[in-house]
């Protein structure tokens, strides 16, 4: 266990999941605010995130590195049409990804979650950006990616 289960693990994702599930419909697809992402469009954005995020701490744990491209995320929120989606099938598919990754991340050891790496692209790929010059490891990817996940449900609940 890696100690970031503490406030996500696969009780909470289902409990966040629950909730999510009891949210009305009609409102998730409205904008939030003026040419804004809707609900439905940020937990697909958060969907995307979780699809992106799982190939890194996968590809953290094969290659060895911490070096990653960034993503288009608007576009991916554009092409994949989450506006128009049900509600309830996007809830089912973040509350999927994300018992996936928190399975993931039991089983990553603690020497590789805090192994440290000079080199890392969370400068241009991170929620919370860190100097390029400034040595980090995996679990700053993974508590970034809470991170992140935090800031965008506080918006749906919003």
């Known amino acids: 266990m890696t100690g970031f289960s503490d406030e996500f693990n696969a009780d909470r994702i289902a409990a966040i999941a629950d909730e999510l599930f009891e ?4 409102k998730m697809a409205q904008p ?9 469009e940020i937990l697909g954005h958060l969907i995307d995130s979780a ?6 701490i996968i590809e953290a ?18 092409l994949q049409g989450y506006r128009d989606m049900d509600w309830d099938e996007l809830v089912t598919m973040w509350c999927a990804f994300n018992m996936q990754i928190c399975s993931i991340i039991e089983r990553i050891t603690p020497q590789v979650v805090s192994k440290p790496h000079s080199e890392h692209s969370y400068d241009r790929t991170a929620f919370r950006e860190l100097a390029a010059d400034e040595p980090s490891t995996l679990g700053y990817l993974i508590e970034d990616y809470f991170a992140h996940m935090r800031y965008h449900l506080d918006q749906v609940y919003s």
């Open 23 to 26: 949210l009305p419909d009609t």
């Open 32 to 40: 939030r605010k003026q040419g804004g992402w809707s609900r439905k």
């Open 51 to 56: 699809s992106v995020n799982h190939q890194r």
């Open 61 to 78: 744990q094969i290659t060895g590195s911490i070096v990653f491209d960034g993503y288009a995320h608007e576009d991916w929120v554009r």
